[in-house]
């Protein structure tokens, strides 16, 4: 009984013992991509983030009225995004998707653009807010 005690601690010490490198091999690391949850955006605005990743990533949005600069990296990284005039009579929101290179990690962005503080504006749908 004894000698089953003494190998089951030098067990349990060799276990302790050894590196665990899995996370050192790429075929068993986890990809992933961490950006901020929702963002503000005024008109004609930029916006600076952080993409956190380890993979490569690729960023696109739903809408034409943001741009994404630089629109992909590598790794941790730097975007900027820039919102156009809102020529609509309220607030409006849009999807930024990020992805990895196989398209198994995605991360989504929500940004929300207020009314336009510009009393000059026409909306796009032709109502005119302004009296006759």
């Known amino acids: 009984m004894k000698r089953i005690a003494i190998y089951l601690i030098m067990l349990a010490a060799l276990m302790a013992c050894s590196s665990d490198d899995s996370n050192d091999d790429p075929v068993n690391t986890k990809e992933y991509i961490v950006v901020d949850e929702i963002v503000k955006l005024n008109d004609q605005e930029e916006y600076s983030?952080?993409?956190k990743a380890n993979c490569k990533w690729f960023a696109t949005t739903d809408v034409d009225?943001?741009?994404?600069?630089?629109?992909?990296?590598?790794?941790?990284?730097?975007?900027t995004l820039k919102g156009g005039p809102n020529k609509t009579d309220g607030e409006r929101r849009?999807?930024?998707t990020f992805k990895n290179e196989k398209n198994t990690v995605e991360q989504y962005l929500t940004v929300i653009q207020p009314k336009s503080n510009d009393e000059s504006f026409v909306p796009e749908?032709?109502?005119?807010p302004l009296p006759n």
């Open 125 to 128: 749908s032709g109502d005119n």
């Open 94 to 96: 849009a999807t930024v």
């Open 49 to 51: 983030l952080t993409v």
């Open 65 to 79: 009225w943001i741009t994404i600069d630089p629109a992909s990296g590598e790794n941790k990284g730097k975007i």
